[in-house]
């Protein structure tokens, strides 16, 4: 119980940090900023709003990876500037993103909630849900470059694929620890 009660203490710091950016944001009177880190913001409380919609509880070590996920890009890479003073920063989120968001879909997707029963093949769906995540996220990124003329997310083809191929490597890696905790097997075997 220790852990766990440590586990939502660290998560609840984490999501409070994420509002400095949102308050020097204001201060500097940089709306877009403001917007963008607000956002983030709201990222870190949705495994609550998520919980309350669903009635499904998420495990207080998965709401700590996702929020520690936001926190990297939003506070350290965004904010402290980590993107442009840390060489390969971006492709490390894009793969430790990926490989959350997975674990997220497997923990939402094994478990029986308002909406759904547990649902068969979880390790699959979690997996092909986080690569369409990473997707989405890249055309975030490419609608933000397109909108906010200020804002450089993409540095051209080779940056995207490189962020797609880490975000499957990230996606793959965490269904490779599912799948084998769950099957005791680390490769997929037909039946007998």
């Known amino acids: 119980m220790l852990v766990k009660e ?3 203490k660290l998560n609840r710091v984490l999501v409070a940090l994420l509002g400095i950016p ?3 944001s204001i201060i500097r009177a940089k709306i877009v900023e403001t ?3 607000f956002i983030f913001w709201l990222g870190g409380f949705s495994p609550y709003v998520y919980e309350k919609i669903t009635h499904q509880e998420i495990p207080e070590r998965t709401k700590l990876m996702l929020s520690s996920s936001v926190f990297l890009h939003s ?3 965004q904010f402290l500037n980590f993107y442009e003073k840390i060489f390969f920063w971006d492709k490390i989120l894009h793969f430790y993103g990926s490989f959350v968001i997975t674990y997220f879909f497997y923990q939402i997707l094994t478990k ?3 909406f ?3 649902v068969p093949g979880a390790v699959l769906m979690a997996f092909l849900l986080g690569v369409f995540s990473g997707v989405l996220w890249e055309i975030a990124e490419f609608t933000t470059d397109k909108i906010l003329p200020d804002y450089n997310t993409q540095k051209g083809l080779d940056d995207t694929m490189l962020d797609l191929i880490f975000d499957l490597l990230g996606c793959y890696t965490m269904a490779k620890i599912v799948y084998r905790k ?3 097997r680390f490769f997929w075997r037909p039946r007998s």
């Open 75 to 77: 506070v350290m890479g």
């Open 35 to 37: 917007i963008g880190y």
């Open 182 to 184: 769950k099957t005791g």
């Open 116 to 118: 759904w029963d547990e």
């Open 6 to 8: 440590r586990e939502e």
């Open 112 to 114: 029986k909630s308002r």
């Open 22 to 24: 949102v308050v020097f």
